[in-house]
């Protein structure tokens, strides 16, 4: 059984349709992307997910769960990537990491997440003091510390510069290396490219494409995901 399946789900904010009609499969163990234009229904697909949006239509497996009726099973087992701001900047990462960690049954050991993301040395530092790739590394173990089966992570490299970027591209084939699923939502091709088993193209509500990277540049003709998916979505209009 896949560990998220998702089928014909519809969602519309009054009269705007969101999401019309999203249908794909991830299995356990995979890197899955989500990708899309802006507005094409990402996040409001992965809220219905984590159960903090009810779906107009269609049906949602998560681990077996249903997101809407089983939410605080499904919370227990899945990670999901915070963004920065939600943190209080005085707060200290290994303060932030026992809070989180107090919020699960089983939770990760706090000095190996530390070290597996090589926070060791900014244990004791306020969070506001942290770079951006630093802080991107305690959103990513706060995702982790609950032991969780499927982390989804948004947005993951914004704003990080391009080592950064390849510093956390490593963490998280880490993660997945660990046997966790990773749900990711991602503007960025290369970042799909290097690291998706497979992807969904999102445009204007709808899935365009799934496939791995070199399956949608075959198919959109293309040599690149970025010029694939250009090419995909503009097709969809
Ligand atoms: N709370 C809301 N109320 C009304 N409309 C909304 C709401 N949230 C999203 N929308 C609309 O629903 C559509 C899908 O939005 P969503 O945020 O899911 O897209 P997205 O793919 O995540 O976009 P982006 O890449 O720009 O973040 C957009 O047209 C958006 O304006």
């Known amino acids: 059984?896949?560990?998220?399946?998702?089928?014909?789900?519809?969602?519309?904010?009054?009269?705007?349709?969101?999401?019309?009609?999203v249908s794909f499969t991830v299995e356990r163990g995979?890197?899955?992307?989500?990708l899309g234009t802006n507005g094409a229904g990402k996040t409001t697909t992965v809220e219905c997910l984590q159960g903090l949006r009810q779906a107009d239509g269609g049906t949602i497996s998560v681990l077996g769960l249903n997101p809407e009726t089983d939410r605080a099973a499904l919370t227990r087992r899945v990670g999901v990537q915070l963004q920065e701001s939600r943190l209080p900047a005085k707060l200290r990462v290994r303060e932030a990491l026992e809070l989180f960690a107090s919020f699960y049954?089983?939770?990760?050991?706090?000095d190996v997440l530390l070290d597996q993301l090589d926070l060791r040395e900014h244990a004791r530092s306020a969070f506001g003091k942290l770079s951006g790739g630093q802080k991107q590394r305690v959103s990513i173990a706060l995702a982790l510390v609950g032991r969780?089966?499927?982390?989804?992570?948004?947005?993951?490299?914004?704003?990080?510069?391009?080592?950064?970027?390849?510093?956390?591209?490593?963490?998280?084939?880490?993660?997945?290396?660990?046997?966790?699923?990773?749900?990711l939502v991602t503007h960025f091709m290369d970042e799909a490219e290097r690291l998706c088993d497979r992807v969904a193209i999102f445009d204007a509500g709808r899935v365009v494409a799934t496939g791995t990277p070199a399956e949608l540049r075959a198919a959109a003709g293309e040599s690149t995901l970025d010029d694939a998916f250009v090419s995909l979505t503009r097709s969809a209009r």
Do not use: C, N, Q, S
């Not at 014909?8 to 009609?21: E, F, I, M, S």
């Not at 995979?30 to 989500?34: H, P, R, S």
């Open 1 to 21: 059984m896949p560990l998220i399946e998702v089928t014909d789900l519809r969602k519309r904010y009054g009269t705007r349709v969101a999401v019309d009609g």
């Open 30 to 34: 995979e890197i899955f992307g989500i």
């Open 105 to 110: 049954p089983e939770p990760a050991d706090i």
């Open 148 to 183: 969780p089966e499927l982390a989804i992570l948004d947005e993951l490299t914004t704003g990080l510069d391009p080592h950064a970027r390849r510093e956390t591209w490593r963490l998280v084939e880490g993660v997945r290396a660990t046997g966790v699923t990773v749900l």
